[in-house]
């Protein structure tokens, strides 16, 4: 990966006005090729403090911004491991987005796959992909999971392989841990702005791997963008063992 940026933060909060700010100027660039501005957002907690303080900034574009989401855990709303759950707490319910721009992954009254197949119509329908052409966010937040995931594109799982569908059905191998639906590398690979949200000496590890290691099976170093800007942003801790320049 040659066209990446690593930015590493002393603090969270100084992450979070970073992201901020990109957003802004994505936003606003996006609103003004094309009428709109599309974002995935990741769940899990680290984003959290990002959503939050996302959601004081009302003169975001809000009304022209169209929300999807990285993946899902198979669980009911109401679930606290539901990524929406958790992003409608965090930011969702606290801007004036109107609902028809919130695009969720459902999870009841329909199977995982049938979630999946749905959740790609409705990519292809709001990003009117011909059959060739592929979805292209504005900007996808990730995380990065100890194993090396991001999404739900999970290790050793046949997603990370899928290069026709833009969301699928995953089982990770940790039986632990939820069935999921997920975009897929296709889509992640297409985004104009790709950023990495990682914090926590926990994920040191797993960060140097995907930056600098040449196991490139790690789902998250599978995050190569075609033509768009990749960021890293790391707090201290979780970029305590990068190779300092
Ligand atoms: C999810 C996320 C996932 C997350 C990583 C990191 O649904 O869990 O989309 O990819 O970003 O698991 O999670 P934490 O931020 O909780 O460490």
Redesign the pocket.
Known sequence: MNNKKIIIFKTIDNMADFVIAQWKTISEKAIKGKGYFSVAL???????FLYKKLSNKRTLPWNKTHVF?????YVPYEDEEN?LHMINNTLLTRVSIPKKNVHPISTSEVTPLESAEKYEEDLISFFRTAETALPKFDLIL?????DG?????FPETPSLKEIRHFAVTVSPKDKTKKD?I?ITFPVINMAKNIVF????G??AKIVKDVIEGKNNLLPAAMVEPEKGKLFFLLDESAGSLLKKD
């Open positions: 990741s769940g899990g907690r680290t984003p959290e989401l990285t993946d899902e855990r990524n990730l995380g990065i999971g100890e995931h991001t999404a739900s594109l999921r997920t949200l990682v914090t926590g926990n994920k």
